[in-house]
Every structure is written in C-alpha cells, then in structure tokens.
C-alpha cells in the first residue's frame, strides 16, 4: 500500500483578500450584502429589528455589530461571505424571493472576481439566457410546473384572464422580472439622455465663455467673445 503524505497547513493566521479580491472588482457576496440593506430599508426595519426577525431562522441572536457588518461588506474593507442557509434565512425573514439578494446593485459596473461578467450583468446569469433555458423547463416539469398549452392559450384569448399555467409558469415569471430590470435601467437612462439635452441646451443660450462664467462665478468671462469655431467647407468652396 503507497502512503502519500499529506502537507501540514501552514499555522497562523491566514491572510484573507481584500473585499471584491482586487482593485475595480467585485465579490458576489458583497451583492448579496447590498441587498441584505435594501431588504431592511424596504421593510423599514432598525438593524436590531432585523436581528429579532432572523433569530428564529439562525438559531441565535445575531448583535448590532453583525448586522451592521453585513450592510458595510459591500465596497466595504472586511469581506463577508454568506452561505446558502443565511441567504434562506434572509430570504425568509424579509419575505423575499431568494432572487432579490442577487440582483444588481445599481450603476455597479465592476467585474466579478475571477470572471469577464460585471455585476450590472447578474440579471442574465440570475434568470438565465433563452439559449439555457431548456433544462430549467424540463426540471420544472419534472416538479408539475407546465407552460401553457395551445388549449390554455385559446382560453385565456376569449376571458381575458391568464391560465394557471401562465402564472406559475418560469418563462412569465423570468419575462415579467426582465421587463422590470430594464424599465429601472431605462429609467436612469433616460434621465441622463434629459440632462445632457438640457446640458447643451444651455451651452447654446450662453455659450462657452458664458457656462464657465456661471460656473466659476467669475465676471471676467462674461462679455468676451466665443472662441471661433472653424466651419467644415462644402465641396464647392475646395
């Protein structure tokens, strides 16, 4: 019999990596964090109301101080890792779908640690691409969940009310929640489209020297001349 000899781990304390495991990255356990707060907030609950809703569910009274350091470990210096039990648990406490604790925070564009994705693009890993889509239809089946039929379809065309089927189905559910992603990005998008329009709109009423007068408060800019502008030339004058 051939004995392989095992390497002692090295005693001591062992260096842990810094929150997001680098600089411009992100770890998903600091998503979940984020999301941990907005689930407070969103409840309107005290940390030590919240540490009274998961006691239950943990097995112990969680301190202040914990729950505190859960909402700081997202862009925080003290990493936090969860395990699927706490996320249950949160999930649990808060009354929301385990989903919610991996959506993405917003205007979050790092990389996640060890991947090419960014967090602003957990939502297509969160609910899955059509190309994926097959197997999580036939384990659905397996547990009695269908998609509508044709027959259910026809139904719900002349009541106006959507089937059973419809409404536990994954493909309605996954659509309703994507829609609801981009309407909250659309929405900031289109915020930003408005303030640069109005940006420009105002820098064509008062001109350059005008803008930086307004913005520095300073006088000696007001009254100067624009600076020229060249022209492009048409054909006909080359």
Do not use: C
Not at 21 to 37: K, M
Not at 83 to 109: G, N, Q, R, S
Not at 164 to 192: F, T
Request: net charge negative; aromatic share 8%.
């Amino acid at each position: 019999m051939v004995v392989v000899s095992r390497k002692r781990a090295p005693t001591g304390k062992v260096p842990q990596p810094p929150a997001g495991g680098g600089p411009g990255q992100a770890d998903l356990n600091e998503v979940v964090a984020y999301n941990f707060r907005a689930a407070r907030e969103l409840r309107g609950w005290t940390q030590e109301e919240t540490a009274q809703a998961l006691e239950r569910l943990v097995g112990q009274r969680l301190p202040q101080a914990s729950i505190s350091a859960i909402e700081r470990a997202y862009e925080g210096e003290h990493r936090r890792e969860f395990d699927a039990h706490e996320i249950l648990a949160f999930a649990l406490a808060f009354d929301l779908p385990l989903v919610w604790f991996f959506l993405p925070p917003p205007k979050d564009h790092r990389t996640l640690h060890h991947t090419t994705n960014t967090v602003s693009e957990l939502y297509g890993l969160l609910l899955g691409q059509d190309r994926q889509l097959g197997p999580v239809y036939d384990r659905l089946r397996q547990l009695g969940v269908d998609e509508p039929t044709e027959a259910a379809r026809t139904v719900e065309a002349i009541t106006g009310s959507p089937s059973p089927a419809r409404q536990a189905s994954y493909s309605e559910r996954r659509k309703q929640m994507l829609l609801a992603l981009l309407d909250r990005y659309a929405d900031g998008v289109d915020n930003a489209a408005e303030e640069i329009g109005a940006f420009f709109d105002h820098l064509r009423q008062v001109g350059v020297r005008g803008l930086v007068a307004e913005q520095l408060d300073d006088s000696d800019y007001v009254g100067l001349p624009e600076p020229h502008r060249r022209t492009k030339k048409s054909p006909a004058q080359i």
